[in-house]
């Protein structure tokens, strides 16, 4: 009986600390920008946001792949804002048909890993028809240990089907931590 109470006691310890840490981590897309290059290819149905607290904001976005796409490129930069957007820590190139198959940048694979249960985009190439990315909101729990420290941030995505870009998504989001 008593090991009992020492171990609820401990766990509602420790499920208070972890409310607390995950109230004061404020983890929120502030705007979406999504163009496309070459309409021939890609078609962008829907990009953007939408309230659903007042610290959160769910990204909604659905482009159609017009063709067959079996090489997908994408070219990725975490921009920090400092009297405008500077470069910052992350700058990246992934072969987005080579990481389905085997995950192999650790950076992509915690993007990956934050909107995969909200999104189509869980399988190999070839792409075609509607990509969809529905209702993603960031959680400060899956960033795993990503050095982040507070303020705003703009992650720019150039994606390029055979070496040629198609469509851009830029998202910008502030990261806050209050401990």
Known sequence: MRRGLIV????????TIQLRYNEAVIFKL????????????VSINKCRLRAIARNKAAFYFNA????PTKNIFLEAQILKRASGFKPWLYKFSLDCCRFLKKSYNP?????????SGFSNLNHTCPY????????FYPRYELL??????????????TWLFYNKPQFLRN?????????
């Open 128 to 135: 075609e028809g509607d990509q969809i990315i529905d209702g």
């Open 64 to 67: 159609s792949f017009l063709q």
């Open 144 to 157: 795993h240990g990503l050095p982040l420290p507070t303020g705003d941030y703009l992650l720019e995505m």
């Open 107 to 115: 950076v992509a694979i915690i993007m990956y890993n934050l909107y």
């Open 8 to 15: 609820f006691g401990i766990l509602i310890i420790w499920m």
């Open 30 to 41: 502030t705007n979406a920008v999504c163009k496309t290059h070459n309409r021939s290819w």
């Open 171 to 179: 998202v910008y989001f502030q990261f806050t931590e209050d401990l």
